[in-house]
Nanobody
Framework: QVQLVESGGGLVQAGGSLRLSCAASGIIFSFNVMGWYRQAPGKQRELVATITNTGRTNYADSVKGRFTISRDNANNTVYLEMNNLKPEDTAVYYC???????WGQGTQVTVSS
């Protein structure tokens, strides 16, 4: 059974930081491209960042320089470090595994102005 379990969301003031984690099980994590997506109310789900099995990263323009995606293959976990958060970063953040197209249940991030 595949599980992607996100944690680390919460309420933070603008300019603050949060670190999201996604613990994966039931997949061959080390071979998988992992990603973070987000969906704000009334908007479509959008890509935030991805990381390949070799550590190559890709970011949405809106988060470049503020967010960092990383992975720990030994512990089947992918992280999203978010700094200098803005109110427009408010959304539900989802973990994604490209092989098999699996999604986590999401974690809410709310940034107050």
């Amino acid at each position: 059974q595949v599980q992607l379990v996100e944690s680390g969301g919460g309420l933070v003031q603008a300019g603050g930081s949060l670190r999201l984690s996604c613990a994966a099980s039931g997949i061959i994590f080390s071979f998988n491209v992992m990603g973070w997506y987000r969906q704000a109310p009334g908007k479509q789900r959008e890509l935030v960042a991805t990381i390949t099995n070799t550590g190559r990263t890709n970011y949405a323009d809106s988060v470049k320089g503020r967010f960092t995606i990383s992975r720990d293959n030994a512990n089947n976990t992918v992280y999203l470090e978010m700094n200098n958060l803005k109110p427009e970063d408010t959304a539900v953040y989802y973990c994604h595994a490209a092989v098999g197209l699996y999604w986590g249940q999401g974690t809410q991030v709310t940034v107050s102005s």
